[in-house]
């Protein structure tokens, strides 16, 4: 028989010993540790034939946790959402409801910007629903640093050696870099002279043009 109490899921677990305590016992609150699911480490992960859809999988570390939340949503299954206000909070509340088989778009998602009494409790009072916008934009820079990573890697392990990575940031800045670089090993200094100079003049008056 399900409970009335409520599943708050937070990231961290440092945050729900704290909102735990603000919310009393009508709220159960537990921590995801961050992400419940990722791209898998064997393969790209990505669909290129297909719109680009990633294949996520829950990572053997998360294996416990997913199942421990399942359990907990087994006993109390009005879950509320309560990461953190930002694009990877927002990816993971998703993963959460996909981790866990529930709709995403009628799981409540409450946000704070900071862990008081007042603040935890006002987002509780005003619930809103899981921005789609947001976790897009975090599923589409996790695909292009796979992207890059997954095909540029290797090639720097055959020219150089194995070890080295290239990402989707790192590989722009190295190049920036490097081109700032060559302009300096091509510049050619030379000579130059800036003369300043401070006069009065004591009878002064406008030229006239007809003159």
């Known amino acids: 028989m399900a409970k009335t109490a409520q599943l708050v899921i937070v990231e961290s677990p440092t945050k729900a010993k704290t909102i735990k305590q603000i919310l009393g016992n009508k709220y159960v609150v537990e921590a995801s540790m961050g992400h419940l699911r990722d791209l898998p480490k ?5 669909d290129t034939e297909h719109n680009f859809i990633p294949e996520y999988v829950i990572p053997t570390a998360s294996r416990k946790i997913v199942t421990k939340l399942k359990n907990l949503y087994a006993e109390y299954p009005q879950i509320i959402l309560a990461t953190d206000e930002d694009r990877e909070g927002e990816a993971i509340a998703w993963h959460i409801t996909q ?3 529930i709709d995403p778009v009628a799981t409540p998602r409450i946000v704070f910007h900071e862990i008081t009494t007042e603040a935890v409790q006002a987002a509780i009072a005003s619930p809103r629903h ?6 897009d934009a975090q599923q589409a820079r996790r695909v292009l640093d796979r992207l890059v990573g997954y095909k540029l890697s290797p090639l720097l392990w055959k020219k150089l050696f194995r070890g080295l990575s290239a990402g989707r940031v790192q590989s ?5 870099i490097v081109e700032r670089e060559r302009e300096i090993e091509k510049f050619t200094p ?3 002279w800036k003369v ?3 006069y009065e003049a004591k009878h002064w008056r406008k030229a006239s043009r007809d003159r």
């Open 42 to 46: 064997a393969k790209l992960g990505v």
């Open 172 to 176: 722009v800045a190295v190049r920036l």
């Open 99 to 101: 981790a866990l088989g």
């Open 196 to 198: 300043k100079v401070d």
């Open 190 to 192: 030379q000579e130059y």
């Open 130 to 135: 899981l921005d789609q916008n947001l976790v």
